[in-house]
T-cell receptor
Framework: AQSVTQLGSHVSVSEGALVLLRCNYS??????LFWYVQYPNQGLQLLLK??????LVKGINGFEAEFKKSETSFHLTKPSAHMSDAAEYFC?????????????FGQGTELSVKP | EAGVAQSPRYKIIEKRQSVAFWCNPISGHATLYWYQQILGQGPKLLIQFQNNGVVDDSQLPKDRFSAERLKGVDSTLKIQPAKLEDSAVYLCASSLGQTLMNTEAFFGQGTRLTVV
């Protein structure tokens, strides 16, 4: 079975500081990995995804994530936080071979950005 | 391109009542998903359709929840009778294909259900 663990339900950074949101996964097969962002009262928007190509994935709004198989991690980073980055972030895993496009989400990390 | 449309946006019902949610996916998207997002948790898949057939409904509480996707386009999710623990946001998503390698799942804004 697949699962995702996001370390830290709340992360607070200052504007301009590095953003680091942690995600560890469990999967018996090479997974697809995703980061989604959710703004208040909105649906989820895809930030980036890893599908077995380059291990460093660049996404929208300056975010990137690195797939590290040895650490079973897919942490999300952004060099410089902006006030508009304040939102809930979800890491998700998908097994394309047995579960179609089913996404298994972590608990989410709420990012706050202080001026 | 129009996104995934859901209605209503908000619904308040009493326990033991019934409720229905509607979803119109992006045109041409064969795969449709219903997720349940309880406050403070990540979304959980309830049911996945491929055209008008069910691919995965293993986490759908079938004694009270039902869903259909007639003609492979719009979908309706129903709860009857509702329980307090059904209070959540119900998210509909759609994608071109079953695998997300070359496609993306697009999410609607969700329906926030409160059961009192």
């Amino acid at each position: 079975a697949q699962s995702v663990t996001q370390l830290g339900s709340h992360v607070s950074v200052s504007e301009g500081a590095l953003v680091l949101l942690r995600c560890n996964y469990s999967s018996s097969v090479p997974p697809y990995l995703f980061w989604y962002v959710q703004y208040p009262n909105q649906g989820l928007q895809l930030l980036l995804k890893y599908t077995s190509a380059a291990t460093l994935v660049k996404g929208i709004n300056g975010f990137e994530a690195e797939f590290k198989k040895s650490e079973t991690s897919f942490h999300l980073t952004k060099p410089s936080a902006h006030m508009s980055d304040a939102a809930e972030y979800f890491c998700a895993v998908s097994d394309p071979y047995n579960q179609g496009g089913k996404l298994i989400f972590g608990q989410g990390t709420e990012l706050s950005v202080k001026p | 391109e129009a996104g995934v449309a859901q209605s209503p946006r908000y619904k308040i019902i009493e326990k033991r009542q019934s409720v229905a949610f509607w979803c119109n996916p992006i045109s041409g998207h064969a795969t449709l998903y219903w997720y349940q997002q309880i406050l403070g948790q990540g979304p959980k898949l309830l049911i996945q359709f491929q055209n008008n057939g069910v691919v995965d409904d293993s986490q759908l509480p079938k004694d009270r929840f039902s869903a259909e996707r007639l003609k492979g386009v719009d979908s309706t999710l129903k709860i009857q009778p509702a329980k307090l623990e059904d209070s959540a946001v119900y998210l509909c998503a759609s994608s071109l294909g079953q695998t997300l390698m070359n496609t993306e799942a697009f999410f609607g804004q969700g329906t926030r259900l409160t059961v009192v």
